[in-house]
């Protein structure tokens, strides 16, 4: 059972390159989502996904995509990455039957640089 | 906009110690209350949650304690041990159980043997 998974761990990017983060769940859950964390910042919310074919922008979306073909997996692409988009980002998941201690389920992370 | 206030933003504790960190808010339609816990090279972690009409939650060294009119959490931690020492983030949600959780700047906490 390997929870949430994301790859890559590390990426460094040039201005106007353009990459996938990858996530993937193996837990069946309904809701994914993609936080980037930032210093000083916390977590912000860019985008999230209540199932399959249904997705929905969070606080700071622009500059990202998503897509949420199955229940999976839910990618997240930088069309043309620039610098303010350096940062860690944390894909997460839930169950849809929440209680109050039903957790986000988070990756490990990718760090992303853009140079 | 934050509107999940967090601090401070680092705190450095002797082991036994009570580390305190303190989260305010001001949307009155929050609802959920989550602390979560977050190792270096790691995801964060929920460690503890409660919800607006409870005023303290105990699991195991680790409290909140809620004062909904003062739109005020906290995070208490007994016993602290250098096992502790991690980054903790407050966070707010309404409509509980969606997915849109506002999370505070995370305090950095240190536990010295």
């Known amino acids: 059972n390997a929870g949430v998974t994301q790859t890559p761990k590390f990426q460094v990017l040039k201005t106007g390159q353009s990459m996938t983060l990858q996530c993937a769940q193996d837990m069946n859950h309904e809701y994914m989502s993609w936080y980037r964390q930032d210093p000083g910042m916390g977590l912000r919310l860019i985008h999230y996904s209540v199932g399959a074919g249904i997705t929905d922008q969070g606080e700071v979306p622009n500059g990202y995509n998503v897509s949420r073909s199955t229940t999976e997996d839910f990618p997240l692409r930088l069309l043309s990455a620039a610098p303010p988009q350096t940062s860690v980002y944390f894909c997460?998941?839930?169950?849809?039957?929440?209680?109050?201690?039903?957790?986000?389920?988070f990756g490990n992370g990718t760090r992303l640089t853009v140079t | 906009q934050q509107q999940v206030k967090q601090s401070p933003q680092s705190l450095i504790v002797q082991k036994g110690g009570i580390p305190i960190i303190n989260c305010a808010y001001e949307?009155?339609?929050?609802?959920?209350f989550p602390w979560y816990q977050q190792f270096p090279g790691k995801g964060p972690a929920l460690l503890i949650a409660i919800r607006p009409d409870v005023s303290e939650k105990k699991e195991g060294r680790f409290t909140i304690s809620f004062n909904k009119s003062a739109k005020q959490f906290s995070l208490h931690i007994m016993d602290s041990q250098p096992g502790d020492s991690a980054t903790y983030f407050c966070a707010a949600s309404s409509d509980f159980g969606n997915e849109k959780l506002t999370f505070g700047t995370g305090t950095r906490l240190t536990i010295i043997p």
């Open positions: 997460a998941s839930r169950s849809r039957q929440v209680s109050y201690n039903s957790p986000l389920h």
């Open positions: 949307n009155t339609a929050f609802d959920y």
